[in-house]
């Protein structure tokens, strides 16, 4: 099959509120992210022939797009659920893309959210984190979701000298940006002093260092190249995507410290025909502050334990070259979890449409979007653009 | 064994059946395959390097090295925390496979890369023996 570069475009997109949304359930979250993206692209919910959501931990359904679906009464051809964790949910844009280009249908609403904030009993959350890791040689020994971070953290440290305020550098570059942006869970600044005071939570991993727990949902409306220029915004088109799949459990892993962003970034770059340097602004995905460094490196935007002193030295600030995780990311704009890389998706486009307000990136023309699922598991890579770099 | 009720204790399944039975008899197995060689952890029905289906179980030095850890510092539930704080780690068995475990009898701020670890087995209920890992002196 030809190539999936420049085939489909967004057309639509929206976050939801984020934060603490204790008067709204995920089921309905998933529905207004949905129709605040439709309500963007100019259509309404009868024109949608495709919906994919991501599963919810804390309203689940056995079939989870299908209960969307239902709620909204529309009655799509293609419907999917996505399944593989914070990280690669949107990995499905590629199969979405699939579809439009193969034909299987026209307009796809992809809407994802939850409510892990206020949804979430102490012991359900308690359940949850319990849930992470292999059931029979990795949970009995009682890893939390950080402890398993921090594994990956240490052996960065070990291998390549990164140091713990090379770590509190990329938390204080989203809480940057998060400043600059309005809607973002956590705005008051921080520096890097501040991150290293913060309580240890498994060593060498500080609360700062974590990611946030919230509620919120996002949603893209994806259709074809040709439809899209009959859409009231400016398209955004998807030039490429990859995916590497390296483990489940991090006991596993063929490598600590080297991920398969290495290879969802090659392929990615590979169907765009581009490559690090022609990104614009990059959106990659920061549960914890080493997650983000080692993808940097994997990616190709810094050589193998460079990204700690890239980030330190601000690369990845409005002035770098490389703006980076300019909603705020993971760490200070949202993470309800399974929907988390939804946000760097939208915080794309917008960047590209140049709606991104003091946050803009000059000149953006192109941006990828990087997210990971599981423990440095399974890994997603996106290459967008505006319609002149088609 | 009281301090480990509460815990999530193992459920062995049908291809973890023989480690989990080896554990109760503080034996730490782990498999090789008789075609290539190769040694592997956790249990597989096929060898990962030559895709054998013949696997045996063999029993192991219960010896390897600290890869990286970290100290849990908030437990992940109740039944943890009077453990807080605890080791977690990734030890390299000198047959070569990793495996994750809890390290106990050092103090947390010793730990280091490369530090020798041997296998020890804790009564975790009436059906389960879980083996963790201790430090060396050599």
Redesign the interface.
């Known amino acids: 099959m030809s190539s999936l570069r420049g085939k489909t475009a967004i057309v639509g997109m929206a976050d939801t509120k984020v934060g603490k949304l204790p008067h709204i359930g995920a089921t309905e979250l998933c529905v207004e992210a949905a129709m605040l993206a439709l309500e963007d692209a100019g259509i309404s919910k009868d024109q949608v022939d495709g919906l994919v959501t991501c599963h919810s931990m804390t309203e689940p359904h056995m079939y989870h797009a299908e209960a969307v679906a239902e709620y909204m009464q529309i009655f799509p051809r293609y419907c999917v659920t996505a399944n593989a964790g914070g990280g690669t949910t949107f990995s499905v844009l590629q199969n979405a893309a699939a579809a439009i280009a193969t034909g299987i249908c026209k307009t796809i609403v992809i809407s994802m959210a939850d409510c892990l904030r206020t949804g979430l009993t102490r012991d359900q959350a ?1 359940a949850l ?2 849930s992470t ?12 979701v ?2 398993f971070y ?3 953290a ?2 960065h440290m ?1 291998q390549y000298g990164t140091t713990p305020e090379q770590m509190a550098a990329v938390a204080v570059n989203g809480r940057n940006y998060a400043a600059m942006n309005p809607r973002a869970q956590m705005r008051d600044p921080i520096t890097i002093e501040d991150v290293l005071a913060s ?7 500080h609360l700062l260092d974590c990611s946030l727990v919230s509620d919120g949902g996002a949603a893209v409306v994806l259709t074809s190249a040709e439809q899209a220029k009959d859409f009231p915004t400016d398209p955004v088109y998807l030039l490429g995507f990859g995916e590497g799949h390296g483990h489940e ?4 892993a063929r490598s ?1 410290t080297t991920s398969a962003a290495v290879e969802s970034g090659r392929r990615a770059f590979r169907m765009a025909g581009m490559g690090p340097g022609d990104i614009s602004v990059a959106q990659i995905y920061d549960c914890f502050t080493p997650v983000l460094l080692i993808e940097l490196e994997d990616l190709g935007f810094c050589s193998k334990g460079e990204a700690g002193a890239f980030v330190a030295a601000g690369e990845t600030a409005l002035t770098g070259s490389l703006p980076m995780n300019t909603n705020g990311g993971l760490l200070s704009y949202c993470h309800p979890g399974n929907p988390g890389s939804m946000f760097g998706l939208t915080e794309a486009v917008a960047q590209l449409r140049g709606d991104s307000g003091e946050r803009q990136v000059s000149n953006a023309e192109t941006a990828l979007v990087h997210g990971q699922g599981g423990i440095m598991s399974s890994h997603a890579t996106v290459i967008l653009g505006q319609e002149q770099v088609l | 064994m009281s301090e480990h009720s509460g ?7 049908p291809g ?1 059946e023989p480690y ?1 039975q080896a554990c109760k008899r503080h034996e730490f197995l782990i498999q090789q395959c008789k075609e290539c060689g190769n040694h592997q952890f ?1 249990p597989r029905i096929i060898c990962t390097s030559c895709s054998s289906r013949a696997v045996n179980w063999i029993p192991a030095s219960g010896r390897g090295t600290v ?14 925390a009077a ?1 807080v704080p ?1 080791v ?3 030890i390299k068995l000198q047959e070569g496979p ?5 390290v106990r009898g050092c103090e ?1 701020e010793s730990i280091h ?1 490369g530090m020798t670890v041997e296998v020890s087995f804790e009564e ?1 209920s009436d059906q389960v023996s ?1 083996p ?1 890992f201790v430090t060396t002196s050599g």
């Open positions: 308690m984190q319990s890791g292999h059931p029979q040689f990795e949970i009995p020994y009682g890893p939390t950080p402890a921090a594994l990956i240490r052996a070990e309580r240890m939570i498994a060593d060498p991993l459990h991090i006991s596993q600590l | 815990k999530v204790c193992p459920q062995s399944r973890t989990w956790y890869l990286t850890w970290t100290v849990v510092r908030r437990a992940v539930s109740n039944a943890y453990e605890y977690i780690a990734l990793v495996l994750m475990s809890i947390p890369a975790w879980m963790v």
